[in-house]
């Protein structure tokens, strides 16, 4: 049974930093691309970045980029996304999907979420 | 950036209706587009990918259609538990994109 378990959320100070973890079984991590997905309260879905099997081809939304780091390490069949200089504006439950195979990447398998809150 | 705009924003149906979503692109996709079905309180649930290939346990009253820029998604008759939000995909291009939902309400 594919797992998706998210970690790391909680509440921060602006301009503060927090590391998402997902710990994913079930399948074969390092033959799948990864992508983390957010949703502000009441709103709808925003792409936020993705990384390859390999963790070599990185991709981010304009709105994070130079500050949040997606990495993964296949051994421990883990995903992470380092979020610094958080803003108001992150709050939000960031989801953890698997795609569809090496190259395909929609999700179709996602964690539960992990929320996190930017305010002081 | 490729946009993805979904309409209407919200339908009124009841069980058993036909339901036809649509997900217009700002430039073509070819049919790199997916479909998301997300219930209340609950993460997002692949439906369609590539336009119109049914994800895995996925029932067959769900269907995709469309390339290029016009795509639209079927329900053929609704189940209760098919009143939720959808929400369209891209992967033509970075960044990826979605579009800003239909929800599907109960009458």
């Known amino acids: 049974e594919v797992q998706l378990l998210e970690s790391g959320g909680g509440l921060v100070q602006p301009g503060g930093s927090l590391r998402l973890s997902c710990a994913a079984s079930?399948?074969?991590?390092?033959?799948?691309?990864m992508t983390w997905v957010r949703q502000a309260p009441g709103t709808g879905l925003e792409w936020v970045s993705a990384a390859d099997s390999g963790g070599d081809g990185i991709y981010y939304a304009d709105s994070v980029k130079g500050r949040f780091s997606i990495s993964r390490d296949n051994s421990r069949s883990t995903l992470y996304l380092q979020m610094n200089s958080l803003r108001a504006e992150d709050t939000a439950v960031y989801y953890c999907a698997k795609g569809i195979d090496g190259s395909n990447w929609f999700a179709d398998f996602w964690g539960q979420g992990a929320l996190v809150t930017v305010s002081s | 950036e490729i946009v993805l705009t979904q309409s209407p924003a919200t339908l009124s149906l009841s069980p058993g209706e036909r339901v036809t979503l649509s997900c217009r692109a700002s430039q073509s996709v070819s049919r790199s587009l997916a479909w998301y079905q997300q219930r209340p309180g609950q993460a997002p649930r692949l439906l369609i990918y590539?336009?119109?290939m049914r994800a895995t346990g996925i029932p067959a009253r769900f269907s995709g259609s469309g390339s290029g820029t016009d795509f639209t998604l079927t329900v053929s008759s609704l189940e209760p538990e098919d009143f939720a939000v959808y929400y369209c995909q891209h992967r033509r291009n970075w960044p990826l994109t979605f579009g800003g939902g239909t929800k599907v309400e109960i009458k």
């Open positions: 590539d336009a119109s």
């Open positions: 079930g399948f074969i991590f390092r033959n799948y691309v």
